[in-house]
């Protein structure tokens, strides 16, 4: 591409814009949606409502940090699915009005196979075959990965996302929405042992956390809140890096990635790079920022997928987009 690559993601509750060019990213910004901490949860239509309110500003403030102009832009891609269909209908429209104004090329982007792409800013940068674990709260998976074509899904959650479970037992405990951090905040003060659970898909390949939330939940009028907070965390890093750890066993990997929110917790961190150890391989943690919803790695798969001629159509939104059929 001969210019900067803008990358596009609303598809759930964070607008997310980047700007890429050669493979470097070059500014990212993301705006969250506090609105949501009143409900407890995301309301689809207030976050389409949001973006449309954010997409406009946020690209002027883009602009000009990365001190690019707007007719220099050689590309536009966004996150078409999986995601909330009004959500993606927002950004897919916006990023075809804009694309269409300039005269340049489109391309719709997998949001998992974006977040896989932000790996490619880890210092250093990761060698393949690559075995990423996705947390968010969303989607949980691990997700094979060459680095030239698209990801490969071994396994998913058969219900519940990791982020989801974390949030929902976050919110019995009346920490808000979404409660994920504050839930590790208040597990430093407890006992990780205090209540036991169960380790979920023993022996089996795949994750499941609905079983976890509902005990959470269930163990919420008994326990101390700091002890169920750490021995809940406890459990759900145990289930992640369980399943990472089996996958990681069963083949060659020239390393280890992880991304999604859920990636931002510290027992999930310190029990990964253990793994990598036990196991010989590198593990890539994105800064923070890029691992969460953000607009820089959908730019990263944009351009690449520019670049390949894999000419996703933006206007065909895919509320559920497994990653095979990229
Ligand atoms: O990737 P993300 O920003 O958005 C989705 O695509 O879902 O992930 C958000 C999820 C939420 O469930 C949030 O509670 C969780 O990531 N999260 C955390 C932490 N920070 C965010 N979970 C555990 N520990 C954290 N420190
Ligand atoms: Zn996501």
Partial sequence: MPGPVLGVETSCDDTGLGLVMAGRLLCHKVRGQPAHEATLGVVPQVAAACHLEALDSLLAELLEEAKVALGDLAGVGVTTGPGLIGCLAVGSSWALGLATGLGVPTVGVNHLEA???ALRVCSPP????????????????????DGEGPPRTLCTTRDDAAGEAL????????????GGAKLERLA????????PFPLPMRGRSGFSFSGLKTAGRRAAATAAPADLAASFQRAVCRHLLAQTEREAAARR??????VGGVAANGVLRRGLMALGKRHGLPVHLPPADLATDNGGMVALAAE????AGRLVPVDELRPRWPLEMA
């Fill in 253 to 258: 990997w020239a390393g280890l990635g992880v």
């Fill in 115 to 117: 977040h896989v792409n």
């Fill in 188 to 195: 430093a003060a407890g006992d990780d042992m205090a209540v």
């Fill in 304 to 307: 690449r997928a520019l670049a």
């Fill in 167 to 178: 949030d929902k037992v976050a919110r019995v405990l009346g920490l808000g929405f979404p």
């Fill in 126 to 145: 990761p060698e393949f075959p690559l075995l990423v674990l996705l947390a968010s709260g969303g989607h949980t998976a691990l997700i094979a990965w």
